[in-house]
């Protein structure tokens, strides 16, 4: 049982260019979501999915998209990508909404 | 509004001191968890507290839902406490975070 797992762990992004935020779980949760985390911040809301093909707002939307096409995967896609959006990214998921959230070790994305 | 405010923001620590962190909530938050984030940047749950107490070796949390506060106890603190603590709270289907309290233990 991995948990929650995230690629990559790293990466540096020129500005412009687009990349794929890879996010896992092997507990069949129905609820996941992601978060980015800027220095010396808490975390804020990108997108979450309540099930397989649903996939919602959070708080900080604009310039990544979503898709949820299994109940494992949750990929987050950055299309142009800015400097605004060097940050550390969080994938997490639960069970439903009266459990506690389990969440993956991040990606840290530098875009130049 | 939708409010998570965590006090104190910083907090240093000799090795085995005690603290109280403690974690405010508005209104329309609820199903408060804990997370320590480590110097390695890895987020860990530590308690899912919707209400009542629960303990988990030095640490334990107690949250008073009818007075929209939360608490989390640090007993005998270890330098692998030190990082940052988060509280979060259920806000519709949102985990909306408070800005944390930075823990240093010192040896």
């Known amino acids: 049982n991995a948990g929650v797992t995230q690629t990559p762990k790293f990466r540096i992004l020129k500005i412009g260019q687009s990349m794929t935020l890879q996010c896992t779980q092997d507990m069949n949760h129905n609820y996941m979501y992601w978060y980015r985390q800027d220095p010396g911040m808490g975390l804020k809301l990108i997108y979450y999915s309540v099930g397989a093909g649903i996939t919602d707002k959070g708080e900080v939307p604009n310039g990544y998209n979503v898709s949820r096409s299994t109940t494992e995967d949750f990929p987050l896609r950055l299309e142009l990508a800015a400097p605004s959006q060097t940050s550390v990214y969080f994938c997490?998921?639960?069970?439903?909404?009266?459990?506690?959230?389990?969440f993956g070790s991040g990606t840290r994305l530098t875009v130049v | 509004g939708i409010q998570v405010e965590q006090s104190p923001p910083d907090l240093i620590l000799q090795e085995g001191a005690n603290s109280t962190l403690r974690c405010n909530f508005s209104?329309?938050?609820?199903?408060l968890q804990w997370f320590h984030q480590n110097p390695w940047g890895q987020l860990i749950n530590l308690f899912y507290?919707?209400?009542g107490t629960k303990q988990n070796g030095r640490l334990s949390a107690t949250t008073v839902a009818t007075e929209r506060y939360s608490l989390l106890y640090i007993s005998s603190s270890q330098t692998t406490d030190s990082g940052v603590y988060f509280c979060a709270g259920q806000y519709g289907n949102k985990l909306v975070f408070g800005a944390g309290t930075i823990l240093r233990v010192k040896s």
């Open positions: 209104d329309s938050v609820n199903n």
């Open positions: 997490a998921s639960r069970q439903d909404i009266l459990y506690g959230y389990t």
């Open positions: 507290i919707p209400s």
